[in-house]
């Protein structure tokens, strides 16, 4: 029930205040403090992880060099270990200009920055690290370039073109990084001096139409770009000299440069046929070969029954399978400790079931074809198939949050 007496407005506002409180006014009131969703012009992506140290002084140096520019942050952050995650949010209490997306149960640069990029909502996106290696005096230019030349796509902070330098860089970090950017540089077929920088701006209707496409494998979020681009960006460069990382720890591993090989492959060869499925065949052509290797070894060369060498050669075939795929294959869903020994045991019976329909089919095929060649292809894309499918739903189920 509505209450009979009308609420005491003017008391309640206390004896200075004269202002005759009608529904007018209170509307008025009400909207002025609603919150106008506003879109800025710029959103900087800063993927973190394990950063604690470095999100307020990365804030602080952004703040400084933007001033009364029209931006944002929107952190990402991948479920760091430490208080990076806390940090972020305080600084989100003081400032409306920064925004935290909290991912778990996922890790990777690439993907982090591609989510970071998608969830804004401005004209122009950048993506920065959190550690200051960039240098963030660049930004105000490149939204500059962007806004002056409309047919500009992606301005890159650059370590390699002229009057840019690497830094302290380790000396080695910096041959592999020359080498990896001669790589990119024929696969990617652009002529950009530095098309592994982590440190960009681009315009939002580029990046919406070549987003489908991005793989986002790895620590190489700008090749995908340019990759999945197919030579159609129109890019300029910015000569920056590369910091060396004060506080926390680089993430850069021999996984890195895995990916990196991934992300290549999966640009290529990966338009025509899917990378993980080639792999699991790769693995399955090395499991063949092992396994004719071992029944030669126990049965020709140490007269061990036929039955029995090759049960032992189709278990240690398989178990050799089973852990390749783990890691290759499978890499970003590796199974460890116990939930090793269960995949193991799940991949054990998909691919027993996988050997039984291979010989079905090939028994069958080759009663109605004649053929014993075809007969025992069809056996194998059969066997095959039903592997890969099973121990993808099975053993290295795609982790979903
Ligand atoms: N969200 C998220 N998830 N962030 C990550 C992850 C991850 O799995 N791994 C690293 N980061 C964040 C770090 O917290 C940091 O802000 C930034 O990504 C770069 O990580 P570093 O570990 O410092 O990489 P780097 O210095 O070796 O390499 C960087 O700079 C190179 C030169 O510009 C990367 O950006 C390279 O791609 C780049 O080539
Ligand atoms: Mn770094």
């Known amino acids: 029930m509505f209450p009979t007496k009308k609420p005491d407005l003017q008391a309640d506002l206390g004896k200075?205040?004269?202002?005759i409180y009608t529904s007018r006014n209170l509307r008025k009131t009400q909207k002025s403090k609603q919150?106008?969703?506003h879109m800025p012009k710029l959103s900087i992506v800063i993927p973190t992880f394990n950063e604690q140290d470095n999100v307020s002084k990365i804030y602080q140096a952004v703040s400084v060099?933007?001033?009364?520019l029209d931006w944002e942050i929107i952190f990402v952050d991948d479920a760091s270990k430490d208080s990076t995650t806390?940090?972020?949010l305080e600084l989100s209490k003081e400032s409306e200009r920064v925004r935290l997306i909290r991912r778990i149960g996922r890790r990777g640069l690439s993907s982090a920055c591609i989510e970071g990029m998608l969830a804004?909502?401005?004209?122009?996106?950048a993506v920065m690290d959190a550690d200051l290696q960039h240098d963030e005096s660049l930004l105000p230019r490149m939204l500059d370039m962007l806004e002056q030349d409309k047919d500009l796509d992606l301005v890159i902070g650059s370590r390699y073109c002229q009057n840019a330098s690497t830094g302290t860089l380790a000396s080695h970090r910096v041959r592999i990084s020359r080498w990896a950017t001669l790589v990119s540089r024929f696969f990617s077929k652009t002529d950009v001096s530095d098309p592994m920088s982590g440190f960009f701006m681009l315009r939002f209707s580029m990046l919406e139409k070549i987003a489908p496409r991005l793989s986002g494998i790895g620590f190489k979020i700008l090749l995908d770009i340019l990759m999945s681009?197919?030579?159609?960006?129109v890019t300029e460069e910015l000569p920056y000299e590369m910091r060396s990382r004060q506080l926390g720890e680089s993430k850069l591993s021999i996984k890195i440069a895995y990916d990196y090989f991934l992300l290549i492959a999966d640009k290529t060869i990966g338009i025509y046929f899917p990378i993980r499925l080639l792999m699991f065949l790769m693995v399955g052509a090395i499991g063949v070969l092992l396994h004719l290797f071992l029944v030669w070894l126990l049965h020709i060369q140490s007269q061990v029954g036929f039955i029995e060498a090759t049960t032992i050669s189709t278990g240690i075939a398989m178990s050799s399978n089973f852990l390749l795929n783990n890691w290759f294959t499978h890499y970003d869903r590796r199974l460890k400790g116990f939930s090793m020994l269960k995949g193991y045991v799940s991949f054990i019976l998909a691919c027993s079931v996988g050997a039984t329909i291979?010989?079905?089919v090939a028994d069958l095929s080759f009663e109605n074809l004649g053929i014993w060649w075809m007969a025992a292809l069809l056996g194998a894309v059969f066997g095959s198939t039903w592997n890969y499918t099973m121990s993808n739903i099975l053993t290295w189920r795609p982790r979903e949050v």
Do not use: F
Request: charged content about 30%; proline content about 7%; glycine content about 4%.
């Open 120 to 125: 804004s909502t401005a004209p122009y996106v």
């Open 65 to 68: 060099t933007m001033k009364h």
């Open 86 to 88: 806390d940090k972020i």
């Open 16 to 19: 200075k205040e004269h202002r």
């Open 229 to 233: 681009s197919r030579g159609r960006c």
């Open 35 to 37: 919150k106008i969703p």
């Open 358 to 360: 291979n010989v079905l």
